[in-house]
Nanobody, 127 residues
Framework: QVQLVESGGGLVQAGASLRLSCTPS????????VGWFRQAPGKERDFVAA????????DYSDSVEGRFTISRDNNKNTAYLQMDSLKAEDTAVYYC????????????????????WGQGTQVTVSS
């Protein structure tokens, strides 16, 4: 079973930045498309951003477009989520996920399209 590991969460003030990282715990697994999702207490897990296996395509939710940037370094088998201009409503547990699909250019945006997940990292933004 592939397990992803997220890091980089924390407590920041509104307007600050954070960078999340995501990598497989077993280095032998090569991540395909990578998605970031978030879940606030009592709410559903929402799509944040996705990047294709090649890194050439990216997709964002409307709520983070222009503030967050997803990227990846395939040499390090690691994906990132750069979060700028953070707002209180960005507070949530952030999860990364990857799929087993060999589509080089896909950017899946729903949880059911992903096969492997991390345990999540807490991001708290104080206003």
């Amino acid at each position: 079973q592939v397990q992803l590991v997220e890091s980089g969460g924390g407590l920041v003030q509104a307007g600050a930045s954070l960078r999340l990282s995501c990598t497989p715990s077993g280095r032998d697994y090569i991540m395909r498309a990578v998605g970031w999702f978030r879940q606030a207490p009592g709410k559903e897990r929402d799509f944040v951003a996705a990047i294709s296996w090649t890194g050439t395509n990216a997709d964002y939710s409307d709520s983070v477009e222009g503030r967050f940037t997803i990227s990846r370094d395939n040499n390090k088998n690691t994906a990132y989520l750069q979060m700028d201009s953070l707002k209180a409503e960005d507070t949530a547990v952030y999860y990364c996920a990857t799929d087993r699909n060999n589509n080089w250019y896909a950017t899946p945006s729903t949880p059911k399209e992903y096969d492997y997940w991390g345990q999540g990292t807490q991001v708290t933004v104080s206003s």
